[in-house]
Nanobody
Framework: QLQLVESGGGLVQPGGSLRLSCAAS????????IGWFRQGPGKEREGVSC????????AYADSVKGRFTLSRDNIKNTVYLQMNSLKPEDTAVYYC?????????????????????WGQGTQVTVSS
């Protein structure tokens, strides 16, 4: 059974940066796609970005392109979401999730229903 644990959230001023971690245990992530989703106060959950672990292809929502970057550490079985130039509208609980049957060489966060395993979430608050 794959387990995911997010960390790295916190309070940051607008324009600041945070790096979120999604640490996996129980299975290697080699054949999964890992997605990041967020849910802000009073908002629906939205997809932020994803990485297809075997092809290394990534995808980003328009709202975070150029500001957020995904990376991975195969040895640590961990995926990172580097978030720069943070805005108040980025305030949300951020979740990582794993798709155990990803498309052959790309990932998508258009639908969260593809994702089978979820972490507990980590709060990100962007405020002055």
């Amino acid at each position: 059974q794959l387990q995911l644990v997010e960390s790295g959230g916190g309070l940051v001023q607008p324009g600041g940066s945070l790096r979120l971690s999604c640490a996996a245990s129980g299975r290697t992530l080699d054949y999964y796609a890992i997605g990041w989703f967020r849910q802000g106060p009073g908002k629906e959950r939205e997809g932020v970005s994803c990485i297809h672990m075997s092809s290394k292809n990534t995808a980003y929502a328009d709202s975070v392109k150029g500001r957020f970057t995904l990376s991975r550490d195969n040895i640590k079985n961990t995926v990172y979401l580097q978030m720069n130039s943070l805005k108040p509208e980025d305030t949300a609980v951020y979740y990582c999730a794993a798709d155990r049957n990803p498309f052959p060489d790309f990932c998508t966060v258009v639908s969260s229903r593809r994702y089978d395993y979820w972490g507990q979430g980590t709060q990100v608050t962007v405020s002055s």
